[in-house]
């Protein structure tokens, strides 16, 4: 129980438990609501007591510990995992990734970078200028100095002074703060590397750089590293030097960048893990950067290609002060060199890092769209009016009934889109419409296209007259059965050509031998409705009258002109 983390150094492979005191183990203790340094510390030494998330570092007998995984409070108790480096031959990469470029109009000033590694020598000549303070976790006290030299190494990769002498940074001007998790030999502990998250969250760091891994996953540092990046820093991390198919944690976390490395012939180094948490590659082989006392050395591990990734986001911030760590999380993946299958893929990522391409202000789009095949398809009350443009935008039109547009009607759709449509209802008919069309990029670029001054024009259609229908006939008839005696009387419903129109409602009533109230009934296809009077008894003489008061059918006007209103039939014995 309670395996130290390993750092990104290839030949630095330290293992074994880490015994603190006689009989106790380090490890760490997640609440699962508020911590409780206290109930931790009656039954061993606190180490650690986080801020930012409910957990505390100790080191406890292994009774202790039997006995508080029993505590309801108590949410997991995990060993405090090593930490070391990954070093391997004893490197090159800012002008691979093109960062020298950027330096003319950016040094990366201003962003706030933690090392999270063995220390930085700040007093080599390399460093001072912009070193902004840390902590020793180790130790325990204000002063991270590096008593290793990978920490030392790292921060030159990011940030190398453009001095005039030696090597030059990534981003030479940023302010730099190290974090020290790992002894003289290169080993920690994960206790370690999450109160350097904690303290990084507490004073408003932006970029986290981690050149370190262990193969266990740890939920203490998974946790951390998901506040960090949820409180908006960016976290990088190096891939893992085992040549395998597992990313090393905490590069593995979904909240972490992972980095792979590379060699000068843009191939994977064979060191580097591969898998599908890789997000980018970076330089890696010898590796040429500041060492202990002044010193400059040459060194290989996916250690060296994570500052690479840093030190170019930090490069991205300076360009981008507004953007949150996600925004550059995604330049840095939009910019990236493929290498490898096309897209995406588990050995680079989605490529190398490209300092220049992600850094790069993006010259300001000041061109307006272009608008052509301004067309109208007009009908009695309506119009839709289509355009297209060659670059997306959102449509405008405006209309008026003369060629004054100052205080025109107008129709705005915000959808951005190449081929524009837009419909405008409710118009008077028989009336003619001026309008203009317009159309705004993206970029704030508005183009209007109002046929060179005279407007474009259409005319709305003249309303339909309603069809008209008119009863041409009533067909009498009577019936008798037994005693009783009945009129039927059959509406025939034409158009004005004497076609017949279905589906017209017929309003009639009987007077004569018999009368009804107002009875309907609805034509046919042959345009016919027959109606039956009620019936009569023993009846010798007399007439039945059938009168038509009305025929109704939507969209037809009943003419009364050529119209046979009423009909009768004479009863005989």
Avoid at 143 to 148: A, E, R
Avoid at 169 to 185: H, N, R
Avoid at 261 to 280: Q, Y
Wanted: with cysteine; proline share 4%.
């Amino acid at each position: 129980m309670g395996k130290r983390i390993k750092l990104f150094v290839v030949l630095m492979l330290v293992g074994g438990l880490l015994i603190s005191t006689a009989g106790a183990v380090p490890v760490i203790v997640g609440f699962k609501e508020k911590a409780d340094p206290g109930l931790v510390q009656q039954q061993g030494k606190l180490k650690h007591s986080y801020k930012h998330i409910p957990a505390v570092a100790a080191d406890l007998p292994e009774e202790a510990i039997e006995k508080m995984k029993k505590n309801s409070k108590i949410a997991y108790i995990e060993p405090d995992y090593e930490v070391r480096v990954l070093e391997d031959e004893l490197p090159w990469g800012i002008n691979r990734i093109d960062a020298e470029i950027v330096h003319s109009t950016n040094k990366g000033t201003g962003v706030k970078i933690a090392i999270i590694d063995t220390g930085i020598d700040y007093t080599h000549p390399e460093l001072d200028n912009y070193y902004r303070g840390g902590y020793d976790f180790v130790n325990g006290d204000n002063d991270p100095m590096d008593d290793y030299w990978h920490g030392t190494h790292c921060a030159g990769i990011v940030a190398a002074e453009d001095n005039g002498i030696g090597v030059i940074g990534v981003a030479p001007e940023v302010e730099m703060y190290g974090l020290k998790v790992m002894d003289s030999s290169g080993s920690g502990s994960t206790s370690d590397v999450t109160a350097a998250i904690d303290w990084a969250i507490e004073n408003n760091i932006q970029i986290i750089s981690m050149s370190l891994g262990t193969d266990y996953n740890s939920l203490t540092l998974g946790t951390a590293c998901d506040k960090a990046y949820n409180e908006g820093i960016l976290l990088v991390a190096a891939a893992g030097n085992d040549g395998t198919s597992s990313v090393d944690y905490p590069a593995k976390y979904d909240s972490v960048i992972a980095v792979a490395a590379t060699s000068s012939s843009d191939t994977k180094a064979s060191f580097s893990n591969t898998g599908p948490e890789i997000e980018l590659a970076a330089p890696g082989v010898s590796v040429k950067s500041t060492y202990l006392e002044g010193g400059y050395i040459s060194a290989s591990g996916t250690s060296m290609a994570c500052p690479h990734v840093a030190g170019t986001a930090a490069l991205v911030w300076a360009a981008n002060p507004g953007w949150d760590n996600t925004q550059v999380r995604s330049r840095l993946q939009e910019t990236a060199e493929d290498l490898g299958y096309t897209g995406w893929d588990s050995i680079y990522g989605f490529g190398l890092v490209d300092a220049e391409a992600a850094a790069s202000i993006p010259i300001p789009d000041i061109t307006e769209p272009i608008i052509s095949n301004v067309k109208s398809t007009v009908a009695t009350d309506s119009v839709t009016i289509t355009w297209d443009t060659d670059e997306a935008g959102d449509s405008t039109v405006r209309y008026n009934t003369n060629q004054d547009l100052s205080e025109a009607e107008q129709i705005y759709d915000s959808s951005f889109t190449t081929t524009h449509t837009v419909e405008l209802t409710g118009l008077t008919p028989e009336t003619t419409y001026y309008y203009e069309v317009r159309s705004t990029d993206a970029s704030g670029n508005p183009a209007i296209d109002n046929n060179n001054g005279a407007y474009y024009h259409f005319t709305t259609l003249a309303k339909a007259l309603p069809a008209e229908m008119h009863v041409s006939g009533i067909g009498m008839e009577i019936q008798k059965t037994g005693i009783n005696t009945e009129a039927i009387a059959t509406v025939s419903v034409v158009d004005v050509n004497g076609a017949p129109v279905e589906g017209a409602t017929v309003y009639g009533s009987w007077s004569g031998l018999t009368t009804t109230g107002e009875s309907s009934g609805v034509t046919g296809s042959a345009g016919k409705v027959a109606f039956t009077s009620g019936k009569v008894k023993r009846v010798d003489s007399g007439t039945f009258t059938f009168t038509v008061n009305n025929v109704v059918k939507d969209g037809w006007d009943y003419n009364l002109q050529n119209t046979v209103t009423s009909a009768s039939i004479q009863v005989t014995a």
